[in-house]
């Protein structure tokens, strides 16, 4: 790609090799993996700037109403973007944010929208989609649903939930490395109707007539805001090939057999660690964490011992389960190299206590 498309065609891959097309191929790829038909999903930005779209595009829809419900689980750029958008609007409208399980007795004929993450980042807990979207339609609000830790990890249908707007980044379990674009999601009927809050020119019906007015392109593709991450994109592309004749309910499986595995060896190992995600695998995406107060050092022995996982502050061990190629190898030496740094509180030394800007 670098060499024959970037570096011969120039210019004339925009068309030659589809560049400007990739975000519609692309969106159609991971599309499969969340239940999406082609044509529902477009690529670009970061998840912050497809969250905002997503608010944007639904609050306008509930124009009467004046509450975005989120939860106290949500990842915190979610919120910081509903928070800069209601900012922005100055229309008196209110982020209300309740714990995750007390959602559905929140939603009300007040609430505009519904802003949740479907896998919580830290504790792995997973919402029942497919209801709460349901019980938002009911109380007449639009949801949203941030997939960052959903798309690739666990089966998501987000055509039959019936959900307004989806997004997600693709650097987590679909591998796209950092900075890959991020994908949105809008429901076919609506995508016709909503008007872009970032009216980007590759989002205009035409953008090579280069009018001096907005016209939102038809679907979907009216979320496109600039020039797409072209290199990312390729990058992205190639990842999602390990997908192909992948079945999501397989992957599932597997991630609850890795993950029951893993939850059962640190119980019996590691005394010391509070299981943090829920223990049934039911209400749980494709991640196990844990609790421990010198949870960072942990981290970082365990990082010198060649097992790479994340610490999320306060207190947590965070660590993914991605089936399509961790296996039950890994998952016991994970274990085993857990349970040595807790027994020798080998993670006790003062270059793992050291912390990093990024955690
Ligand atoms: C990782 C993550 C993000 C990150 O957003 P970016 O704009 O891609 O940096 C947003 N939301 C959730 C729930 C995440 O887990």
């Known amino acids: 790609m670098l060499r024959d498309e970037w570096g ?55 124009p009467g109403r ?28 209110e982020l209300r944010i309740v714990p995750p399980e007390a959602v559905a007795g929140a939603l009300s004929d007040e ?33 949203i649903w941030d997939l960052a830790h959903s798309a690739g990890a666990v ?46 020119w590759l989002g205009h019906a035409a953008p090579f007539a ?12 009216r979320m496109r805001v600039g020039t797409p991450p072209v290199l990312q994109m390729a990058v992205l592309d190639a990842a999602l090939d390990v997908w192909d004749g992948v079945a999501m309910a397989d992957i599932r499986a597997r991630s609850v057999a890795l993950s029951e595995r893993f939850v059962a060896g640190v119980a019996a190992a590691c005394p010391a660690l509070t299981l943090a995600s829920p223990p049934d695998p039911v209400a749980r995406g494709s991640q196990v964490s844990f609790r421990h107060e010198n949870g960072y050092a942990i981290i970082q022995a365990l990082i010198a011992r060649g097992v790479i996982g994340d610490f999320r502050a306060p207190d947590i061990l965070r660590f993914g389960i991605a089936p399509l190629y961790v296996g039950t190898a890994e998952i016991d030496r994970a274990i085993d190299a857990l349970a040595e740094v807790m027994a020798r509180a080998a993670w006790d030394r003062p270059e793992f206590h050291a912390r990093a800007a990024v955690t």
């Open 8 to 62: 011969r065609m120039l210019i004339t891959a925009w068309n030659r090799a589809g560049w400007m097309a990739a975000p519609a191929r692309v969106g159609a790829r991971i599309g499969r993996l969340v239940g999406a038909a082609p044509g529902t999903i477009t690529m670009g930005d970061t998840l912050s700037v497809k969250i905002f779209q997503a608010l944007a595009a639904g609050l306008a829809l509930r």
């Open 66 to 93: 004046r509450v975005v419900l989120s939860d106290s689980g949500n990842f915190p750029t979610d919120l910081y973007m509903a928070q800069g958008l209601l900012r922005m609007l100055r229309q008196g409208h």
């Open 111 to 143: 609430v505009a929208a519904l802003l949740l993450t479907h896998v919580d980042y830290r504790t792995g807990r997973m919402h029942d989609m497919a209801g709460l979207t349901r019980a938002a339609r009911d109380a007449g609000a639009v949801a």
């Open 155 to 200: 089966p998501v249908d987000l055509a039959g939930s019936g959900a307004e707007f989806a997004a997600g980044c693709t650097y987590k379990y679909l591998n796209g490395g950092p900075g890959a674009p991020a994908f949105i999601y809008v429901r076919p009927d609506l995508a016709d109707t909503i008007e872009p809050a970032l009216a980007g």
């Open 210 to 221: 280069f009018e001096p007015d907005y016209r939102p392109a038809p679907g979907v593709e």
